[in-house]
């Protein structure tokens, strides 16, 4: 037997394994805790996550679930002089609907019966009481969301924007965060508290009547390390880890990507939120080109009407010059490889899709910097996109996944809840959030039926 035995063994060392070793360790601090993964920690999906943050939900339980997240995040940012680099320009969701009655519905919906006063609507040429993003700091910013439905003052505030569009919902309590920072910070913490990394690929588990043996395979061979309770954070591999305890989970995973350059030309401004484009849209392309792609069955998708929901923000601080565009718009799911399946024309897509809504991007169609990063990472979600947070069927084995396009802003939650499942200590809302949800079959077939589940 291993010298890796733990009280507790966390298996994936993405920022959800993280967040759950970190707040197990600080809730019993006499336990061992040891984190299971062949990778350097937050190299794998938490690599490729755009690290933005947002209390915006279609239903209370998520809205619930990430105002849970940002406060801890704040109290962490608090606590380590904001070496998280928490900033909060909002999330600003940008339609040409002048009257987007759906989308008001679920907003109003998303911040529950006791809701109505975090919602501003200025319908206005001028609103007083709207307060622009200028400043980065957190702490300044407001609560709720303006909801801006006069063009004028869009144009005001936004304009660089699509003339074109009529409404943006500003999402206040948003931003982005250093996940990276967040998980070596989270590391240290643990390591002082004794915990230690595995570098090792879990190949099998075995349940005793005390607990578990972990078989693990790395760089010194097999190791068998025993531990009376499994966490599993394994990411897109988290059904993998659930078959070997001899159970299924109802997640799929979806491959998204995204681009990060220098906008040496300044097309975007420093101060721009988040910006999503909600609106469908057919891509830019010229007559040729659209000829070109609809000619080849490989690409004639290119040249159909596309969803919305791509998105762009700068990166760095507004000092910096980079700027990040992603676009989730795979549907279909796949079963997930370490040699991640980037498109060589996913930049591309991006670029021109992201044009529309920023139209001075257009200057980098054919002419992106050389020095492009393009990342690709899964989505793993249940088909509702809700996490997966709580025991598994197997006493003492307990599941953090399912984290889909929030594992970053829901990290600390995740990691509480799972704590909290642990220790017998939880808020009201975890119930909603774990396996025993599917027990509810009306409950789960109506948050599959609603018209979003909050992906972007
Ligand atoms: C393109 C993209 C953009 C995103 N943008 C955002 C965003 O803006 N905001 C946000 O909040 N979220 C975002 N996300 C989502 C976020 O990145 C993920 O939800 C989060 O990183 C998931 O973390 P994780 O720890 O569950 O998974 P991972 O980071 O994938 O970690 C899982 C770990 O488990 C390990 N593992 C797997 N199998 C085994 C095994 N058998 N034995 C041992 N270890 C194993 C893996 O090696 C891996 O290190 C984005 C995701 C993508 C793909």
Known sequence: MSDRN???????????????????????????????????????????????????????????????????????????????????????????????????????????????????????????SYTPPVSADWRDAPEGVDVLQNRHLIRRHFPTFDPEVSTILHIRRAGDISGQQLGSLMLEQIRAKGGILAPARVTEIARQQDGFVVTARGPDGEDKIRAAIVVNAAGPYVADIARMLGESLPVENIFHQKIAFADNLGAIDRRMPFSIDLDGQAIDWTNQERQLIEEDPATAWLARPMPGGIHCRPEGGDLGKWIKLGWAYNRTPSEPRDDLPTDPNFPDIVLRGASRLNPRLKQYYGRLPRQITHYGGYYTMTKENWPLIGPMKTKHAYVAGAMSGFGTMAACATGALCAGWVLGKRPEFAERLSLSRYNDEIFVRQLRESASRGVL
């Open 6 to 128: 733990g009280d507790i063994a966390v298996i994936g060392a993405g920022i959800v394994g993280i967040a759950c070793a970190y707040y197990l360790a600080k809730g019993r601090a006499s336990s061992k805790i040891v984190i299971i993964d062949p990778r350097a920690p937050m190299s794998l999906t938490s690599a490729a996550s755009g690290e933005n943050y947002r209390n915006w939900w279609p239903h209370p339980i998520m809205t619930a679930f990430t105002d849970y997240s940002i406060d801890l995040l704040e109290e962490i940012s608090r606590e380590h002089d904001s070496r998280i680099h928490m900033s909060r320009r909002g999330y600003a969701l940008a339609t040409r609907e002048a009257r987007p009655e759906q989308l008001l519905r679920e907003l109003q919906t998303g911040y529950g019966p006791e809701g109505a006063p975090r919602i501003r609507v200025h319908e206005g040429a001028s609103a007083p």
